[in-house]
């Protein structure tokens, strides 16, 4: 027993403390380098003549997507991220050029935002979408911390061949940030407050932190609703009433999903994603 006292003794005052220090060390180090180096390419969806969303709708999308992205562009680079635009102000920009500026980036994750919009002024909630596997983790953190921040309906995670997703080389992820056709998601993205707490919640999903559990209470379901909020002729969306389901896709009609229904819509948005 004594023998082994007077060995250990001398190994833990002269090698834990050195080992502390270079293990903490090296994970400063490794945390720091990590930190610094992570590039988030933000995309607004939209821009330029291409509003999003559908013809007539009152709330403009590519605006709400632009202030979101800047919001969060803020917020990642105040926390050490380096951040890329794809658009940075009201421009147009072909979907070619948004996964070409994302593609320039080897390490970084890409994040196209978007808000829904639908005919049925009830559909509400959050989605979001991707298509490669290695962007699973990042659609699903992204997706729990914005539904926990939103008082509104999880509409799920979803792989979808959209072009933005399906042709970036880098973990990619869209999501659409509740519906700007349904009055109280579209008067809640209409304040300040609640895209900073958008942008907020999509910066901890991509710092992949702990979505907060809310209130299961929260739902929009509940809410009356207007029958003006969308300005839109009945035959825009006589091809797309019988897929109540898809209705809400319809500003996504590019994108590669093998519906055929989606491709034939009056109001496609040959930008869209
Ligand atoms: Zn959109």
Redesign the pocket.
Known sequence: MPPTIRICRPFFQMTLPRLVFSTIASLILLASSAFAQRTIVVDA??GGFDR??VPGQRIS?KDK?LDVAQRLKRILQAGGYRVVMTRDSDVFVPLPTRVSIANAYRDASFVSI????APRVGANGIETYYYRSDSASLAASIHRNVVSGAPSENRGIRRRGFYVLRRTAIPSVLV?CGFLTNPTEGQLALTAEYRQKLAEQIARGIRRQPAASRPLTASLRSVSLGDDFVKVPAESFSGSRKHSSKSSRS??SSKSSSSGSKKKKSHKKSS??
């Open positions: 969806g939209h999003g969303g999308e997507t978007h808000f829904n919009c659409e500003h996504h869209e994603d």
